[in-house]
């Protein structure tokens, strides 16, 4: 069992960048293959970026690819979202999720344990 706490959302204007982070508590944090999802009103949810247990592969869907960037401390048991040049799209409820081991992948139903999620409101 693993609990995640995201933290980092907000505010910010078109063109600016946030830094989004999920804290997990439980188990062994390096066993984990990380992943971000984001919903926006009336939207499903939607894979963003994930990152494997042992760091070798990334995932990025193509709307952020060159803007986002996943990274992980294990030391400090917290995964990343380095978000820039954000657009007033990117703008949704952002959620971290973990699964045991794997690949890097987009499926959200490959994932256990979920955040709560944290509001990224971009302004154009």
């Known amino acids: 069992q693993v609990q995640l706490v995201e933290s980092g959302g907000g505010l910010v204007q078109a063109g600016g960048s946030l830094r989004l982070s999920c804290a997990a508590s439980?188990?062994?944090?390096?066993?984990?293959?990380m992943g971000w999802f984001r919903q926006a009103p009336g939207k499903e949810r939607e894979f963003v970026a994930a990152?494997?247990?042992?760091?070798?592969?990334?995932y990025y869907v193509d709307s952020v690819k060159g803007r986002f960037t996943i990274s992980r401390d294990n030391a400090k048991n917290t995964v990343y979202l380095q978000m820039n040049n954000l657009k007033p799209d990117d703008t949704a409820v952002y959620y971290c999720?973990?699964?045991?081991?794997?690949?890097?992948?987009?499926?959200?139903?490959?994932?256990?344990?979920w955040g709560q999620g944290t509001q990224v409101t971009v302004s154009s």
């Open positions: 990152l494997s247990w042992n760091g070798r592969n990334t």
């Open positions: 439980g188990r062994t944090f390096s066993i984990y293959t």
């Open positions: 999720a973990a699964r045991e081991f794997g690949v890097a992948v987009d499926s959200p139903q490959m994932y256990t344990y």
